[in-house]
């Protein structure tokens, strides 16, 4: 065989088992990339994105687009070849597998966390974006979780309503707690309460749950010497209208920005928000309105900015993350509350964008 055609055969069996082993050998990443974005003032899959009832609307404008990223699942076994191509294409980012998901979660435990930070946000939104509008919202403590083999297994439920306990009216989360280890393991402890599907009947309508309250006796077990009844205690709040958010396929708690400008754009009358201009955004939203930092973020603009967008509300935290690498054509406009996001858009409305907070690379 001649040398040239030897050499040439030795190259491609030796690319070819480089090839076999990038896509045999598992690398411990997972990879980003731009995710869909939806219009939280339009439509999604034929139905509003909001859904606001009992209370007059108004009509808006422009986009106030909440942005997503697509991850690998956990228990994607990502190979060599993948990562490496990853790294190479600038639209997406390949990063430590444990930096996205704790070490041993499954996908449905993914799937199920992120349902649940994403109800929550929803709430916060709504929580954040009447009290943004003076709105009253009456608030209540419920069973979040109720931990298995625990005395309240199968007594009380998610969603239930903690009215008191031992006759002692529980005004925060906290009283249950307090009320519980006024015992002694073994004695038991008297809940009152409204079952989570009445309560959850009477939200529909906006009204504070007006049924029978049940009287329930839990024998308590001992944690370290402490009662318990084995439950975990949250806020609830009871908005004084129906608002729905409308969207599937969602999960996570970075869209709670972007719900609650679209549900303050739609109950403010006298013009829309955006004057017709296109804005997305990201943020996590607490009840009190304060926006907190997400991941992904440089995978966020880019999705938005392929859509159109103009301007990106950036929570404070991410601003130096997404200013190393901002898509052209795309002003990101540093936030840190709902009131600074409102601000930012009163200007973009009237055109007034020379004094927009922005975001600057970290050391500039």
Known sequence: MPRRTATLLASTLMLIALLCAGVLIPVPYAEMSPGPTV???????????LQISGRKTYPTSGHLN????RVTGPDYNMNLLEAVYGWLDPSSAVVPHKTLYPEGQTAEQADQQNAEEFSQSQESAKAAALKELN?????????????????????????DVIKAVDGKDVQQTSDVVKF???HKPGEKAVFSIIPAKEAAAAEKKGKRPEVPVKQLAITTASDGGRAVVGIQAQLDHIFPFPI????????????????????????TPGGDLTGGKFVAGTGTIDDQGKVGPIGGISM?????????????????ENCAAAAKDTP?????????????????????????????????????
Do not use: W, Y
């Open 66 to 69: 909440m942005t997503t990223v």
């Open 328 to 364: 052209s054509g795309l002003r990101l406009v540093k936030v840190g509350s709902i009131q600074d996001a409102v601000k930012a858009l009163e200007k973009i409305r009237k055109h007034d964008t020379a004094g927009l907070p922005s975001c600057s690379p970290a050391g500039r």
């Open 39 to 49: 219009n939280t003032l339009g439509e999604h899959n034929g139905e509003p994105v």
């Open 300 to 316: 966020k603009t880019i999705g938005a900015r392929e859509k159109g967008a103009e301007f990106f509300l950036t929570p404070k």
């Open 180 to 182: 519980v280890t006024q």
């Open 244 to 267: 729905d958010v409308k969207l599937a396929d969602v999960g996570g708690p970075s869209a709670g920005l972007m719900f609650a400008l679209g549900i303050v754009d739609k109950l």
């Open 135 to 159: 709105i009253p919202v009456a608030t209540q403590t419920v069973v979040g979780a109720v931990l298995k083999d625990k005395p309240a297994d199968g007594v009380l439920h998610a969603g």
